[in-house]
């Protein structure tokens, strides 16, 4: 290419000549994203996302309550089409005093789709083991699997904690035999995957609507499981509501509150609890932090019609110079 260029071509213009056709090579694509964790600061504590991953959520099969037809028209309202990947979110709260995970993702329960919490843990400047309370909204497999890693606590100094209500349905093996039959592994992965805090005291359940750190207090929020638990964390004058599983397709049930999953333990509680907390985020102005709304899952909800819409947080690039003093 170079001799054919010089015969041709003037010396500068053949300079030129290669360099276009070097500007045009082929670069290898790279197809993976950055760290899944983004920052924000709530008064003066710092809250962190961590993605655990995404996976396809299977909107045709698990859905309830909704036509057929109007999951389809939601999803095409947003430019969605099945599968749609719904993502995995957890929070971490850094009080200055205390170091709180809101839910783990599901770790290894998943399969390679998820799992990936610790590693963006790290990638956000923290350590498992600064860790000083894991709080679970629930204990399904997508939220309490990350507590464990290879039989180990994935928090060494952690101390975990969910609502009584549902430590005592999920680990009573009892209820396994009444549960339909597609959650009867769910109960199991509960009970493998807080075992290293049970056996050394590290498993604390709580009673009803408690302050389980400064700041943060536990609201009853039944019906996707038999005690599910919203989180308020407070500081300042703004609040944080990290819901769990208040929403699973923000697309169908923001439109349809009524709209539940085959997952809910108890479909009328689930969309009477789906009513309130939407209420309480719209009137209080609170943000919210959704486990399963596209990551990071924080913004505001508003009323829209006989609905809400989701209005995500806008990105701030340096948070710390947000926070109060």
Not at 69 to 75: F, R, W
Not at 92 to 121: E, H, K, M, W
Request: hydrophobic share 45%; proline share 6%.
């Amino acid at each position: 290419m170079l001799a054919a260029c010089a015969i041709y071509l003037a010396p500068a213009l053949c300079f030129l000549f290669l360099l276009v056709q070097s500007a045009h090579a082929a670069a290898p694509e790279v197809r993976t994203q950055g760290p899944g964790f983004y920052r924000m600061m709530l008064g003066s504590y710092e809250v962190t996302t961590l993605l655990d991953g995404t996976h396809d959520f299977p909107v045709d099969t698990v859905m309830t309550n909704v036509t057929r037809d109007q999951v389809n028209h939601d999803l095409a309202s947003d430019d969605l089409s099945m599968p749609v990947q719904g993502s995995i979110n957890a929070f971490l709260i850094n009080t200055g005093s205390q170091l709180i995970l809101i839910d783990t993702g599901a770790g290894v329960l998943y399969g390679d789709c998820c799992g990936r919490l610790l590693a963006n843990l790290r990638a956000a400047g923290y350590r498992p083991e600064q860790v000083d309370l894991v709080l679970l909204t629930h204990m399904h497999k997508d939220h309490v699997g990350g507590v464990n890693l290879n039989g180990k606590a994935a928090f060494p100094n952690a101390v975990v904690r969910a609502s009584r209500r549902e430590a005592d349905y999920w680990l009573d093996a009892r209820n396994k035999g009444a549960a339909p039959a597609f959650l009867s592994s769910f109960f199991d992965a509960a009970a493998q995957s807080v075992a290293p805090y049970v056996a050394t005291g590290r498993f604390q359940p709580f009673d009803g609507d408690a302050v389980v750190a400064p700041g943060i207090h536990a609201l009853a929020a039944p019906g996707h499981t038999p005690g599910h638990t919203a989180y308020v964390v407070q500081s300042g004058n703004q609040t944080l509501l990290v819901w769990g599983d208040v929403i699973h397709v923000a697309s169908i049930q923001l439109r349809d509150p009524a709209a539940t999953v085959e997952y809910d333990s108890d479909a009328s509680a689930a969309q009477q609890t789906r009513y309130d907390l939407l209420a309480l985020a719209a009137n209080q102005h609170y943000v919210v932090g959704a486990a399963h709304i596209a990551f990071p899952g924080l913004g505001h909800v508003r009323p829209d019609g006989g609905g809400y819409r989701w209005i995500p947080l806008n990105y701030d690039a340096d948070p710390a110079k947000h926070a109060a003093p």
